[in-house]
């Protein structure tokens, strides 16, 4: 899956310290047409994100986040997004510190 994303435009960033991965990001460039809800845009799209448990809450994930739109700027892209599990507050506070706000909201229900 990795090699597939990487093939298609992904870009992948490694947090190392002494040799060792204590996290990684990957993300990729969407070009979307115009279309009657959005105006045409070229944005990153945040796919993945992990940081070893014992490197957790070191500032780690905000540094490979910050990284990122250092490269979409170089890019010349404006905007990125990300799609993160409600219940995964970690992540929740991780995009809400690097000023990302909700665009939209999916609901679920049982039938």
């Known amino acids: 899956m990795f090699?597939?994303?990487?093939?298609?435009?992904g870009h992948l960033l490694i947090c190392k310290e002494d040799g060792q991965a204590l996290g990684y990001l990957l993300w990729t460039v969407a070009a979307r047409p115009a279309n009657p809800?959005?105006?045409?845009?070229?944005m990153g799209l945040l796919d993945h994100i992990a940081v070893t448990h014992t490197a957790r809450r070191q500032g780690i994930g905000l540094s490979l986040i910050n990284a990122m739109k250092d490269a979409m700027r170089a890019e010349g892209l404006?905007?990125?997004?990300v799609?993160?599990?409600n219940f995964n507050k970690a992540s929740a506070a991780l995009m809400?510190?690097?000023?990302?706000?909700p665009a939209h909201v999916r609901?679920?229900?049982s039938v």
């Open 107 to 109: 609901a679920e229900g």
């Open 78 to 81: 404006t905007g990125w997004a």
């Open 3 to 9: 090699r597939t994303i990487l093939n298609d435009s």
């Open 83 to 85: 799609t993160y599990w």
């Open 37 to 42: 809800f959005r105006h045409a845009e070229r």
């Open 96 to 101: 809400e510190r690097t000023g990302a706000t």
